[in-house]
């Protein structure tokens, strides 16, 4: 779907999946790109307000013993 005007996202809210956010925006909840991991493309600003989270599901190397 679209948004008409600016994205707002409540403290107790979460933006996450895949796609592109072509409108401003403002996290003060959680910010979660997809998994392993997605991709949200923003094409104007996006503000995380004091508070928030961004989480990123990352994996690095392989354990080594």
Not at 4 to 33: F, K
Not at 38 to 60: I, K, N, R, Y
């Amino acid at each position: 779907g679209a948004v008409a005007g600016p994205l707002t996202v409540a403290s107790a809210g979460t933006l996450q999946g895949n796609g592109s956010i072509q409108r401003p925006a403002t996290v003060a909840g959680l910010l979660s790109p997809g998994a392993s991991p997605g991709l949200l493309t923003f094409t104007a600003p996006v503000t995380l307000v004091a508070g928030s989270t961004f989480l990123a599901e990352v994996d690095g190397a392989a354990p080594t013993s």
